[in-house]
């Protein structure tokens, strides 16, 4: 997961409510590569509500 910005991953970007991190998976054995994109949510009490 990136913490800060990088050449292969954003870091961990916060907003009202949440945070947005962008993680890299990479498998040899299975031969894959899965960029992973997350938004987490500090309130819980409140549904999600996200912008693409």
Do not use: C, K
């Not at 031969?31 to 996200?50: A, E, L, N, S």
Request: overall charge positive; charged content about 20%.
């Amino acid at each position: 997961t990136g913490v800060t910005d990088g050449e292969l991953l954003q870091g961990v970007r916060f907003f009202g409510g949440g945070a947005r991190t962008h993680s890299l998976l990479m498998s040899y054995a299975r031969g894959i590569v899965r960029f992973i994109d997350t938004v987490h949510t500090f309130d819980h009490q409140v549904p999600p509500r996200v912008r693409l």
